[in-house]
């Protein structure tokens, strides 16, 4: 790849991540495209709610995720074939065409109910290719005693766009309407894509740049490959099968249940606001999750990572076993900080963790399988919590997933390649 500036990290030591500014053009442009991420949803979901009813609102909402689940492991494959820089390129730069022609239609006109599900649908099949590119980008930015600070910046700039997206979003659609935060969206993909040409990437060294063992080189073939190569991992698949048990037993759980949880008890709107903004956008909760990422940014390493992580989620998840139970709203607030400050600490270890574990030459294709958990496997708790607790009221459901989320963390205090996981402390 004549075209990619390179620089060998024999030459000179790596930059400590948080101080290069390499890594940091990357992050900055990351960064924008989160946010674009979530002043699109906003608008897509504000035009869907005025042209049509809340059952095609949720259709339309719901369609984004489909391609993104089914197309997910492909991409996996394509980020570890081809420069994953290039992949997350061309994906920024097709949101960015994709929204900008919505705003304009938008403005002219009342959109179709068939125009925004192709929107959703899109968008998802272009995230079915940028997500798992992003997971597969680090190893070419920085040395791989680096990784740890990487993953901690990424999960920084998660935080952050979860935190400044919808302001930013509600800002321009009160400014002008869809339009504008659509326009705005786009604006912010666009804001990435020079970033993103700017970024150098290094060579893999040798033993990170080997083909996949076993290989036919057919796109088939080496999911086929990654997905074994994921399964006979003494870490890497104890650590998936955690994650997706966390995902599973408390996105639900948190996302769903806390509406219904607030209905129950009569707190009404300004309830439910607090319990949000503690758990997820307010000042106390983005503090609590933002500092367990700056930590490892800035530190790049943990003692014991592995049992630190493990312990965490265990205490996050009997946290959210309690919330159903508790009778006052200040004490659910302060539960859902907790929660919150747990999970913070838990994702950020053990998407390091991941990083630093996985060969480079499968990063793409693990990272797809742990985004697969995420956005095709725990979605499917959302109307089975709806439902149960519909029958059986918030304490039991909320009992019943966190002590499902809890067996994750007990199988990862027993599992002794998890419990023993240890960043990296210098170059491998």
């Known amino acids: 790849m004549a075209t990619l500036e390179t620089s060998s990290p024999s030459v000179r030591p790596a930059l400590p991540a948080h101080r290069d500014a390499n890594v940091l053009r990357w992050l900055t442009a990351y960064t924008a495209s989160l946010v674009g991420d979530t002043v699109y949803f906003l608008a897509l979901g504000w035009s869907a709610q005025k042209t049509v009813g809340p059952t095609e609102l949720g259709l339309v909402m719901a369609t984004g995720a489909l391609p993104r689940a089914v197309l997910m492991l492909g991409g996996g494959v394509v980020a570890d074939r081809l420069d994953p820089r ?13 929204i900008l022609s919505i705003a304009a239609a938008v403005a002219l006109t009342t959109p179709a109910l068939w125009l925004l599900i192709a929107v959703a649908l899109v968008f998802g099949a272009v995230d079915a290719l940028f997500v798992p590119a992003v997971g597969a980008l680090p190893p070419r930015l920085t040395s791989p005693d680096q990784l740890a600070r990487v993953t901690g910046l990424r999960s920084l700039a998660m935080r952050l766009g979860q935190i400044a997206g919808p302001p930013i979003g509600g800002l321009a659609m009160a400014l002008g309407g869809p339009a504008v935060a659509f326009t705005v969206a786009g604006g912010l993909f666009a804001l990435s894509l020079p970033l993103l040409l700017s970024v150098r ?17 057919t796109a088939r073939a080496e999911l086929r490959d990654g997905l074994r190569y994921l399964r006979r991992h003494r870490l890497l698949g104890p650590l998936v099968l955690v994650g997706a ?13 806390m509406v219904l949880l607030n209905a129950e ?26 500092a367990g990422a700056a930590l490892l940014a800035v530190a790049g390493w943990l003692p014991r990572a592995g049992l630190t992580m493990a312990v965490t989620l265990l205490l996050g998840s009997l946290g959210a076993a309690a919330m159903g139970s508790v009778p006052a709203l200040w004490s659910a ?30 990063l793409g294709r693990v990272t797809s399988v742990v985004m697969l958990t995420m956005v095709g496997v725990a979605p499917l708790s959302y109307p089975l ?10 304490a039991p459901v909320f009992l019943g997933c966190g002590g499902l989320s809890c067996l994750g963390a007990i199988y990862a205090l027993t599992s002794r390649p998890v419990r023993q ?7 491998r």
């Open 86 to 98: 290039r992949v997350i390129l061309g994906s920024d730069a097709l949101r960015c065409l994709l």
């Open 201 to 217: 990437i290094r060579p893999l060294e040798p033993h990170e740049d080997r083909a996949a063992p076993g290989g036919s080189g």
């Open 245 to 257: 048990v966390c995902e599973l037993g408390l996105i639900g759980t948190l996302n769903v249940g």
């Open 265 to 290: 008890r009569g707190w009404g709107p300004s309830g439910l606001g607090l319990i949000v903004a503690c758990f997820g956008a307010g000042a106390a909760a983005g503090a609590a999750l933002l």
């Open 333 to 362: 607030a302060v539960l859902a900080a907790f929660v919150c400050l747990s999970a913070g600490v838990f994702g950020s270890l053990d998407g390091a963790l991941v990083q630093t574990t996985a060969d480079p030459a499968y």
């Open 385 to 394: 919590v709806g439902a149960a607790i519909g029958a059986w009221g918030a």
């Open 421 to 427: 996981a240890e960043l990296p402390r210098r170059p």
